[in-house]
């Protein structure tokens, strides 16, 4: 599906020769203009893939958060249970 901009490049040309500008500046302009609006409209097509893009970069997140999750809880245990042993290990030689 492409995208349509109503521009009548004809047309153009015409009002800018009429105002001054030599039939080649207009067509250049025309064309510049032309593309601008072709490059930066964003088609239904576009919008649907950018949401399905973002909907896969979310997923991928989710999955590293709960990743980063799991290994933090691994490791906040691992301490205390080593510190737990450490506090028990001291209060054994200081009795």
């Known amino acids: ?8 490049p004809l047309t153009y040309i015409d009002r800018l020769t009429r105002g ?6 207009a067509r250049a ?14 088609t239904k097509t576009d919008v649907a893939e950018l949401k399905r893009d973002i909907g896969e970069t979310e997923a ?3 999955l590293e958060i709960s990743h980063a999750k799991y290994d933090i809880l691994r490791w906040v245990f691992g301490f205390n249970l080593a510190l737990v042993g450490a506090i028990f290990a001291i209060m054994k030689f200081v009795k």
């Open 1 to 8: 599906m492409s995208a349509q901009v109503l521009f009548n």
């Open 20 to 25: 001054g500008f030599t039939p080649d500046q």
């Open 29 to 42: 302009s025309a064309e510049a203009l032309e593309t601008a609006f072709s490059e930066s409209v964003a």
């Open 60 to 62: 991928r997140l989710r």
